[in-house]
């Protein structure tokens, strides 16, 4: 029986600034991970030129979008309510 393993990891700092006086609000890293196995052959990946499209279907990108999550969900819990100037 073949076998094979991929991991990837990424990493993103994180800085949420108030723009109109420079003050640094909030900072962090956040990471993200992904393992893939393959117990019935060898993983072959292809490369798609442009963008991210080259790390389609593969932990990389699996490692991306748990990163991004993490950011978004940092960016929310970390901004104060009196920056939202949505209004209905």
């Given at each position: 029986?073949?076998?094979?393993m991929k991991k990837?990891?990424?990493?993103?700092?994180?800085?949420?600034?108030?723009?109109?006086?420079?003050?640094?609000?909030?900072?962090?890293?956040?990471?993200?991970?992904?393992?893939?196995?393959?117990?019935?052959?060898?993983?072959?990946?292809?490369?798609?030129?442009?963008?991210?499209?080259?790390?389609?279907?593969?932990?990389?990108?699996?490692?991306?979008?748990?990163?991004?999550?993490?950011?978004?969900?940092?960016?929310?819990?970390?901004?104060?309510?009196?920056?939202?100037?949505?209004?209905q």
């Open positions: 029986v073949l076998g094979a990837a990891h990424v990493a993103i700092d994180i800085r949420v600034i108030d723009t109109r006086t420079s003050r640094l609000v909030a900072a962090t890293s956040v990471t993200g991970s992904a393992t893939d196995f393959n117990l019935g052959g060898l993983i072959v990946g292809s490369r798609v030129g442009g963008g991210l499209g080259g790390y389609s279907k593969t932990p990389v990108e699996k490692a991306i979008r748990v990163a991004l999550s993490e950011a978004v969900n940092f960016i929310v819990t970390k901004t104060p309510q009196q920056y939202y100037h949505y209004q």
